[in-house]
């Protein structure tokens, strides 16, 4: 059983930073993307940012320059740095776990519960 569980979320000023962090628990294949979504209220989900297993990361548009993603494979754990922080990124961030086993040519998709990050003054 795979479980995902989000921290680091909270409230920041704008401009301020925080870091996100997804701990992945159970047996995953060699071939998988990590990734963080977000929801904000009255709002679709959108992906903010993944990486591969092979180390390639992409990000949205509106997160570029400001955001990194990591992971650090020994701990099963992703990161998600968020620096120069606007209101917009007001949402509920998602871990997302997507991997592959390739006997059977399956994709398999696992969700953290969420965490809040706010941004105001």
């Known amino acids: 059983q795979v479980q995902l569980v989000e921290s680091g979320g909270g409230l920041v000023q704008p401009g301020g930073s925080l870091r996100l962090s997804c701990s992945i628990s159970?047996?995953?294949?060699?071939?998988?993307?990590m990734g963080w979504y977000r929801q904000a209220p009255g709002k679709q989900r959108e992906k903010v940012a993944a990486?591969?297993?092979?180390?390639?990361?992409n990000y949205a548009d509106s997160v570029k320059g400001r955001f990194t993603i990591s992971s650090d494979n020994a701990q099963n754990t992703v990161y998600l740095q968020m620096n120069s922080l606007k209101p917009e990124d007001t949402a509920v961030y998602y871990c997302?776990?997507?991997?592959?086993?390739?006997?059977?040519?399956?994709?398999?998709?696992?969700w953290g519960q969420g965490t809040q990050v706010t941004v105001s003054s």
């Open positions: 990486i591969t297993s092979g180390g390639s990361a």
């Open positions: 159970g047996s995953i294949f060699t071939i998988y993307v």
């Open positions: 997302n776990l997507r991997t592959y086993m390739v006997v059977s040519g399956t994709w398999y998709e696992y």
